[in-house]
């Protein structure tokens, strides 16, 4: 058994959830917050037999759309001002970073 991490952006995971769910995964989507951007995204934790680890990160991939997003310049307020940018930045955000994780024991009671 595998336990698939996804962290994906809050536009993708209520679409992301039906795909999953549609498809016969069991899954469990959790609110979180991106260190780098502080602000929100999603993760999901599914929990899955081995030989349909392929078909999850399917459905996460065909599901999951890469952003450009624009970074607000922080002030260096003390800190170091020789790397400060004073405008915003566009930056990249991934469709879905994707941790896949062996499981030794999985029970429900
Ligand atoms: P954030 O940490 O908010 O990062 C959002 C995006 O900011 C990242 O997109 C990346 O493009 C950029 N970024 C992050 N750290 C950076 C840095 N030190 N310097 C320059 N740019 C940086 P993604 O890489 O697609 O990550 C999207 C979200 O996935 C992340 O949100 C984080 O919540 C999660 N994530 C990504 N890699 C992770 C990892 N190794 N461990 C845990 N969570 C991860």
């Known amino acids: 058994m595998k336990m698939i991490i996804a962290v994906v952006q ?5 679409r992301l959830l039906n795909e999953l769910v549609e498809h ?3 899954a469990t989507k959790l609110a979180s917050t991106g260190g780098f951007l502080k ?20 459905i996460i991939k065909n599901n ?4 450009q997003q624009l970074v607000a310049p922080v002030s260096p307020m003390g800190g170091n001002a020789d790397s400060y940018v004073p405008y915003p930045v566009e930056i990249q ?11 030794e024991t999985f029970m429900q009671f």
């Open 10 to 14: 809050d536009k993708d995971s209520h």
């Open 24 to 26: 016969n995964f069991r």
């Open 39 to 58: 602000s929100g995204n999603t993760t999901f934790m599914i929990g899955t037999d081995d030989i349909r680890v392929e078909k999850a990160l399917e």
């Open 64 to 67: 999951c759309e890469s952003r």
């Open 93 to 103: 955000v991934g469709g879905a970073a994707v941790f896949v994780l062996p499981i």
